[in-house]
């Protein structure tokens, strides 16, 4: 048996997680990407990235005579399967999750990959190759075994294989006829205190269950109710439970476009894209991971109100940004990084994200414990750091490496922090806060009024006194800075369709930055523009794009940062969860309600 060839190099990946890991699985049920212990750790599985000294990095099931393959998840389910045919008719089933549930009064999600493989037809051959690699590729970890397990001293982390799978079948590859249910458990060094079949059987059928009761509970919109669903269940898993971050996408370097050096490390907590995440989940009535967010918000808050853009999954500062030479790159397209420098950047609107993210915290009766006048003095201290800064030279949200401006959309959310810091004072019943926000939120809006909206041109502007076109203006309406019949607006999503929409999709900007001009449209920023369209009453429209977005999707359902304008190739760090939450938004905005279906 020769190994299967990579005949899916595009991200036709599959997403299975469970708050504490996660991992991506390939269209013939390979896993390819997976950090340990954490979504920022060693990508022990790394063969998305091509490994260039070491074959493996990754882990399947392999079919003798391969023919097809097809996948699907569970309904409602972050369990994913998958069966491959081989061309005598023989059929294999792969099921892949990671165990999640309630048990003794929290959620048992161990640092653990679990598959179930099974014959479906004839009597398949099949081989299990598992080969993690460790250090980003450059070496391969000693190995131990058992009577049924195999040992993976990967630094810092020993992975077990428990299985009824013979060990030597596994440890040599050797191909075998598949002629019954098989059950394998990957996760720490701990001795299984139970049959691995049964465990895996048990936990098949408590973290299906676990999943379709935290779907049952999604307030979702009447249309598109699956591909909300996936998304939900994407951001979801997003989330690194054992601190509340959430991380921007779960992979590093996958190219904003083919041969670019676009190539950035997304296994972070960007507060702003977090931000977004616990907005949307809000939005279809998923509280905890907001509860979850604002208490790791707080954990890397100082007193006097100065955040980072982003920060590590443990509350870490320092990201320091550096090339992995043992990784080829996606396809072969490095460099691979490690790191984010935009972590030293000045990004101005992060306050107001924390701000907005915070806010429902004061006014949503199911919570537990609701803001009160000792929370909002806490986050006081963003809305002064707002203050000071919103007419202050930034990064700005696209996180620009070779130049500064007052960029518009950092100033707006400069206002927003101190317009909803406004609003909560009035809702805690403190007077005289009432007054300083208020007067802070009017002045900045004076500002930015006066300064970013260009009479010449006709629509507001990317930076103050500026004259260029940036999709995140589209936001200014959802944001309340301006009503959605504001002529102002409705000219700036028209003259946005008219400079930055190619095709079906948007681009960020199309001025040259600091790596040459952008090549591929940035997919929130297409939904950002369906819910402006929809805003200003060009409904019909907005809904025929929202379709045609959706079409762009993976087989699976998930969505990468970037899309090819022409044919739609997708491109960018996966999942990303700035797109899932473009989709959630956007349907919840198109979706006829729910009396339509009576």
């Known amino acids: 048996m020769t190994p299967i060839p990579d005949a899916h190099p595009s991200l036709d990946l599959g997403l299975v997680g ?30 998305l990235l091509s490994p260039r000294d070491h074959e493996g990095g990754d882990y399947a099931i392999e079919i003798e005579d391969f023919a097809s393959s097809e996948q699907h998840y569970l309904a409602n389910t972050a369990v994913l399967r998958t069966i491959l045919r081989d061309t005598r008719g023989g059929a294999v089933e792969i099921t892949d999750f990671a165990p999640r549930w309630h048990q003794n009064d929290r959620f048992y999600r161990p640092v653990t990959l679990l598959r179930r ?7 398949p051959r099949v081989r299990v190759r598992l080969r993690p690699l460790a250090d980003y590729g450059a070496s391969k970890p000693e190995t131990t075994w058992g009577s049924n397990h195999i040992r993976y001293l990967v630094p810092g982390f020993t992975l077990r294989l428990t299985s009824d799978v013979p060990v030597r079948l596994v440890r040599d590859a050797l191909p075998f006829a598949l002629d019954r249910e098989l059950h394998l458990v990957l996760g720490p060094d701990e001795t299984l205190t139970q049959p691995v079949a049964a465990f895996v059987r048990q936990a098949e059928e408590k973290t299906i269950a676990y999943w379709r009761d935290w779907v049952r509970y999604l307030s979702i919109p009447l249309e598109w109710q699956e591909a909300v669903i996936r998304s939900a269940i994407t951001l979801k898993l997003c989330q690194y439970e054992e601190t509340g971050a959430i991380v921007a996408a779960m992979t590093t370097s996958i190219p904003e476009a083919a041969h670019t050096v676009r190539n950035w490390d997304y296994r972070y907590c960007w507060l702003r894209d977090a931000a977004f995440v616990v907005r949307a989940l809000n939005r279809l009535g998923a509280t905890r991971s907001m509860e979850d967010y604002l208490r790791y918000v707080a954990n ?24 992995v ?43 537990t414990r609701m803001g009160d006048a000792a929370i909002f003095e806490r986050i006081e201290p963003l809305g002064e750091r707002a203050f000071a800064l919103h007419n202050q030279p930034d990064a700005g949200l696209w996180e620009f490496r070779g130049r500064t401006e007052v960029h518009t959309y950092s100033s707006v959310m400069c206002w927003a922090a101190c317009d909803r810091l406004a609003k909560i004072a009035v809702h805690v019943k403190l007077p005289e806060r009432v007054k300083l926000w208020r007067e802070r939120a009017d002045a900045i809006h004076a500002r ?4 970013a909206y260009n009479e010449e041109l006709g629509h507001f502007v990317e930076a103050l006194d500026g004259n260029r076109l940036d999709a995140s203006l589209l936001l200014l ?59 200003i009453g060009r409904y019909e429209e907005a809904r025929t794009l929202f379709e045609r977005i959706l079409a762009r999707r993976n087989p699976l359902g998930l969505l990468s940062e970037d899309l090819e304008f022409d044919g739609g190739e997708a491109w960018g760090n996966f999942p990303q969860t700035y797109s899932h939450v ?7 905005r198109l979706s006829r309600p729910w009396q339509d279906a009576a």
């Open 477 to 535: 309406a959802d944001l309340g800075f301006v009503k959605p019949d504001d002529p102002r607006f409705i000219r700036t999503v028209e003259a946005i369709g008219h400079g930055l929409k190619r095709g079906d999709a948007l681009f960020r900007y199309v001025s040259p930055d600091d790596f040459g001009s952008p090549e591929t449209s940035f997919t929130i920023c297409t939904f950002w523009y369906i819910d402006a369209l929809a805003t």
């Open 18 to 47: 469970n708050g504490s890991m996660a991992a991506l699985v390939d269209a013939r049920g390979r896993i390819v990407w997976g950090c340990v212990p954490a979504f920022d750790g060693d990508p022990t599985f790394c063969a």
């Open 117 to 123: 493989v099974r014959p479906l037809a004839g009597l």
């Open 582 to 588: 473009g989709l959630i938004i956007a349907a919840m």
């Open 325 to 367: 030479p043992s990784l080829a790159g996606y396809r072969g397209m490095g460099p691979v990084r490690r790191g984010n420098l935009a972590w030293l950047q000045q990004q101005h609107d992060v306050y107001g994200s924390v701000v907005l993210a915070s806010t429902q915290l004061f006014f949503d009766q199911r919570l």
């Open 448 to 451: 930015i009024i006066e300064h």
């Open 300 to 323: 890397v808050a100082t007193d006097d109100g100065l955040l980072q853009p982003l920060y590590g999954i443990g509350f870490e500062k320092a990201l320091t940004e550096e090339e």
